[in-house]
């Protein structure tokens, strides 16, 4: 890989398109019911990651279309809240991430939100690749930036380390600067 220059990390040279789970209905991969497509494969390799076995690219099972209409049809359940994407690294797996969200966008528009977790932090993404820009501009919630063990706490929402934001993507980028996703409830 050479120098660690994420920036420079492109989904095409990654990428295997393989999914290490999907999980349906369930209540912590971000803001209520939510079903949480796990992409496999993430270079950034953090020490105490909870899904290490993911970050391998081949691991777990090719992503297909039968998958993507499962997901679909289970985002229909009127308690369901939207899509999570995490990983391995939602931004290195960009055929997968960016098929999905526009599949829901067309078939849900703004009526399902999509989360997604990322070691990229929001400024990273904003420099890179049009992919990665193409991602982010489907997705309602970030949590930016890479899990550091030494800023672990279980008393964080939706993040590992105090170094991650929750960042509200759409008044982000009306506003061009990172705004904080539901800001009162964020600790």
Do not use: H
């Amino acid at each position: 890989m050479g120098t660690f220059d994420p920036v420079k990390w492109e989904s095409k040279d990654f990428s295997q398109n393989y999914i290490a789970d999907y999980k349906p209905y369930n209540f912590v991969d971000g803001e209520g019911v939510r079903c949480s497509l796990y992409v496999s494969g993430c270079p950034f390799a953090c020490k105490g990651c909870y899904n290490k076995i993911a970050q391998n690219f081949k691991y777990g099972k090719p992503y297909t279309e039968e998958l993507e209409k499962q997901i679909v049809e289970d985002l229909k359940a009127e308690y369901c809240q939207g899509l999570t994407l995490l990983g391995g690294e939602p931004f290195l797996n960009t055929d997968v991430t960016i098929s999905i969200c526009e599949r829901v966008r067309e078939v849900y528009g703004d009526q399902k939100d999509i989360w997604s977790w990322t070691g990229y932090t929001w400024e990273e993404i904003l420099r890179g690749s049009e992919d990665k820009l193409a991602l982010l501009d489907l997705v309602d919630v970030l949590v930016d930036g890479r899990f550091v063990l030494e800023q672990f706490s279980y008393d964080l929402d939706f993040r590992g380390s105090s170094n991650q934001r929750i960042i509200d993507v759409k008044k982000s980028l009306a506003q061009e600067e990172v705004v904080l996703w539901n800001e009162g409830y964020y600790k």
